[in-house]
């Protein structure tokens, strides 16, 4: 899932100076599952928010709503009836469900209240660690499940590099190296051989380096006439 | 409005019952009971403050005394989440404490509770605005 933080509530304050309706706007995706833009989150910061008008004398109308996935324009164009009359929208979704949330608003101002942080998955409760670079041509495969893209920290295909030490990073000793989880995962699943592998350098145009990408799914891509 | 509004788990009711046979009277705090102190989240907070209290208590069982096993834990994480809210918007976070009380320390809260409405005296009042919600 998207893992994303809240912004720091000086930046948000700061970004909505001078906004006097303000819709603080939800995700029930993966911004509620990491705790950072589900309901709870939503009508908290709308509470500090209002508070912190309160506090200032400021007159500011704030409301809330939290919708199933702000990523997808179906599901935002169903709260078209509460962008009336507001002059900003606080999206508390990744930058996915931001800039949708935009492309369906054209006339309100989108506010990001999040910063998206990557792909990843809770490690215990309350912890969020990156898994996936995104980068466009799996290797997990050969890599005992373990991306050495998101996962080590100079995304070396072929590690480890000379700085590995008693499994960890050399660049932060409290991450794990992930060429030693690599390899400690290949002896379990029982195929060292594999390290024996060199991985050539990626191409990276199937990542960002080679503008967005765009996917398309024919079979799901209806005809001219079923969309006519 | 009451400059404190203290939050107390059910639970813990007892200690103001006692406190209250044993003739002391507590000013300047209202007092809601709720479920279970793990109920009361950070906007539940954020919104009492709003609302026009000036400090907010909430009280809890004492650690491993939660019916629902783990309750006055969450309410000690919802409180300093509430904490952290309220030093970002410039407020200070020493408008919300938590305590935790068994029915039979009704002191304990007494004095919780009167530190609390001195508390809120010292910091005042949120400015608020006429006939906000």
Known sequence: MIIAERKGLDRIIEMLDGRRSILVAGCRSCVSVCQAGGERE???LAEALRLHAASKGMDRSIDTVTIERQCEKEWVMEIAPLIEGKDAILSMA???GA????????DVQVFPGLNT????APEVQGVYEERCGGCGDCVLHLTGGICPVARCSKSLLNGPCGGSQDGRCEI???KPCAWDMIYRSLVRLGRPDLLEINIPPKDWSHSHHGGPRRVVRKRAVLSEEEVA | MNKVVTLICSAALGALELAKENDIVITDTAVVEVPCSGRVDEATILRTLRQGAQAVLVVGCLASNCRFSTGNFEAHRNVDEAKRILEEIGLSPSRVEM???SSAQYMKLVEAMEMMADRAGELGPIR???GDP
């Not at chain 1, 800039?99 to 054209?106: K, L, P, R, S």
């Not at chain 1, 942080?117 to 990843?120: D, F, I, P, V």
């Open chain 1, 117 to 120: 942080e990557g792909m990843g």
């Open chain 1, 172 to 174: 932060d000793p409290e």
């Open chain 2, 128 to 130: 608020l605005l006429e």
């Open chain 2, 99 to 101: 305590v935790e009380v």
């Open chain 1, 99 to 106: 800039q949708i949330m935009q492309q369906a608003f054209t």
């Open chain 1, 42 to 44: 939503v009508v908290a």
């Open chain 1, 94 to 96: 990744c930058g996915v």
